[in-house]
């Protein structure tokens, strides 16, 4: 009896060159109309974004030709994170006796953006596919039960994998396949042999890593690899046995010690340092006397005696808490007398104060950005604000730090017609370098955008009298939306936002982060308003900040350490996190303190010391800081 015709059903979709989905099917006739119409779902709702072509492909399909294999066998690794995924992808390919395992997993990491495999020779790790930018692709497979489950399996990436996987491994002359998704939604990889199975890695890259790629390990003479690429882009196979994931008992326990020790194997544990005094330009830490390079208390106000009064005066007057939201009891007079002093200092109608600076930012660029709108944010913004982009219900668009031609062609290319935002820090907090504040407000008035500035660490910094990054540009157009902080050269805690008086009731109204988060106490409204007060009136503490800032970085450079700054903050870049570590201990013991700043706040590979001045540093306290600095780095190369 013959076996009914099958159809080869295959799905592609891209935006440009760039690939965004791909998928296929093995089906009978009746099953072919609905599988298409959910594969084109599949295809125009991809997290790689909106396909400019997508090509369904259907071919006639002999049974007969049809190889029919049974499923791997399937484990899982679970691992607290891409780094401990990457070791074992690493042990799992030291077992199979493969040698250059370091180069294979560095390449699949590379391989972004190739339509198909790249078909590597395992040993001499020559590329063997004919066309290096398509690569190999194993097409023609199917889970052999795939009609019987329905259309809702075209979305079953697990299943995909292990068909694909299966047919891959009994490809001539293949010893193992090595897979990441690039699917930014999906962080699970995999290593596939006939010896090892089907091994499921729970985690090879980050949520919302693009990275990708696919590499088949060869090992067989040259000449033959023909064979294994005839067998991977024409051999039909269907794959019996394809279970669905299995959900296993999540170990808590372990996923927490895994997570704290892959913290200490990469260098990225950060201890907690107990101070027993305000950290000044002296404190006392962990019971030892220090020079403070970490604070951001710029201006040495938290331990202002007047500023202290203030609170201490509060205190006894309001209490301790406030009792409520701002929108329900937690406005005290102190909250619009702060708020007035802001706006006037900062030269706008109106302000409004948020219980801390990442309560502001991730609460402002919601509420702000209309739906459908585009929010274009520097490459190195704050945490914060990209939480708050996250958080919008908007398109992001990260542009080179600081290029504005960069900018500025993304702001042509998106053309955001619904409105949007340009974002940026104004003092970006691990370089100290300062954004380019005019041609930003140039580029949101020429195409109809806000424009949000966060001045966490330029008031009482930037311009002349510490008002901050528009008096730094004498520039008397202000941003739509002037962010800051009451924390670090205020020396007091909450955030604030300086704008108009309508902006500010839109704000209050929209900002999730300021209606349903209980109102910063009295205190910290008195003590702040007392620093703002002496900031205003004391103007010579922002030129002491400077003339320190600019006699470390001369002490640092005269002993060859290269450093630049144009604020309160000057980095040491060091590069690796073992290294900047060791530094800041071995600082530490010496009896300077200063953080070493590590992935996930700066990319890998770009660690630093993070030096933060004060206004109250003595002169001789930073130049023997600058020669125990350039001590260090020479011990630890």
């Known amino acids: 009896m013959n076996k009914p015709p099958l159809f080869s059903l295959k799905m592609r979709a891209a935006a440009g060159k760039r690939h965004i989905s791909g998928a296929e099917k093995l089906l009978p006739e009746a099953a072919v109309a609905p599988f298409a119409g959910a594969l084109l779902e599949r295809a125009l709702h991809h997290a790689n974004g909106k396909p400019d072509f997508i090509n369904l492909k259907l071919e006639a399909v002999s049974p007969e030709e049809v190889l029919e294999l ?176 299995a959900v296993g008992k999540f170990d808590r326990e372990r996923f927490v010690s895994d997570s704290v020790a892959a913290l200490h194997e990469q260098a990225l544990y950060r201890p907690e340092h107990a101070f027993s005094g305000a950290a000044g330009a002296h404190t006392a830490v962990d019971g030892h006397d220090v020079l403070m390079l970490a604070s951001n208390d710029y201006l040495d106000l938290a331990r202002d005696e007047r500023v202290v009064a203030a609170a201490a005066e509060a205190l006894h007057r309001f209490g301790l808490g406030s009792g409520g939201s701002r929108l329900t009891t937690g406005t005290t007079t102190l909250h619009l007398e702060l708020e007035a002093e802001l706006a006037d200092f900062k030269g706008t109608e109106s302000a409004l104060v948020f219980n801390t600076g990442f309560a502001a930012n991730s609460g402002i660029i919601p509420a702000l950005c209309p739906p459908g709108g585009v929010i274009f944010s520097d490459e190195l913004n704050h945490a914060s604000i990209i939480d708050g982009c996250r958080a919008a219900k908007s398109r992001t668009v990260i542009y080179r730090h600081n290029d504005m031609a960069d900018l500025e062609q993304k702001i042509r290319t998106v053309n955001p017609r619904s409105g949007g935002i340009i974002v940026s820090d104004a003092v970006f907090s691990m370089d100290g370098d300062i954004a380019p504040l005019p041609k930003i407000l140039r580029l949101a008035e020429e195409y109809g955008l806000f424009s949000m500035i966060d001045e966490a660490h330029s008031t009482g910094v930037l311009g002349q009298n510490g008002h901050g990054i528009c008096e730094h540009f004498h520039s008397e157009k202000l941003p739509d939306i002037l962010m800051g902080t009451l924390s670090k050269a205020l020396g007091a805690e909450g955030g604030f936002v300086c704008c108009t008086r309508e902006m500010r009731e839109l704000l209050r109204h929209k900002c999730r982060s300021f209606v349903f988060s209980t109102a910063l106490p009295a205190a910290v409204m008195a003590g702040a308003l007392a620093a703002l007060k002496i900031l205003a009136r004391e103007p010579e503490r922002v030129r002491a900040l400077r003339g320190n800032v600019q006699h470390f970085i001369a002490e640092l450079r005269s002993r060859g350490v290269a450093a630049a700054s144009e604020s309160a903050i000057v980095p040491v870049v060091v590069g690796g996190e073992s290294r900047a570590a060791a530094i800041a201990d071995e600082l530490l013991q010496q009896g300077i303190f200063a953080s070493a700043i590590r992935y996930p706040t700066v990319k890998r590979g770009e660690a630093r010391l993070r030096f933060a001045l004060m206004a109250t540093h003595d002169r001789d306290d930073l130049s023997r800081a600058a020669q125990a600095v350039a001590e260090a780095l020479l011990r630890h190369p």
Not at 151 to 165: N, P, Q
Request: aromatic share 6%; glycine share 10%; net charge negative.
């Open 70 to 245: 049974t499923a791997l066998p399937v484990r899982t690794v679970d691992v607290p994170d891409a780094a401990a995924g990457k070791r074992e992808m690493l042990r799992l390919l030291g077992s199979g006796g493969i040698a250059r395992a370091g180069e294979i997993v560095e390449l699949l990491y590379r391989t972004r953006g190739m339509r198909g495999a790249i078909l590597l020779d395992a040993d001499t790790l020559t590329r063997l596919e004919p066309d290096p930018e398509r690569g190999v692709r194993a097409t023609y497979m199917d889970d052999a039960a795939s009609s019987e489950k329905g259309a809702d399996s075209c979305k079953d990436h697990y299943a995909e994998a292990i068909v694909l996987a299966t047919k891959v491994a009994y490809a001539p002359g293949i010893v193992a396949e090595l897979c990441i998704s690039d699917d930014p939604d999906y962080t699970t990889g995999y290593i596939a042999s006939r010896e090892l199975g089907y091994v499921r890695i729970t985690r090879l890259k980050e949520l919302g890593n693009p990275a990708g790629g696919r590499i088949f390990l060869y090992r067989g003479r040259t000449e033959d690899a023909a064979k294994n690429i005839a067998y991977l882009e024409h051999q039909c196979v269907t794959v019996s046995g394809v279970r669905p994931l």
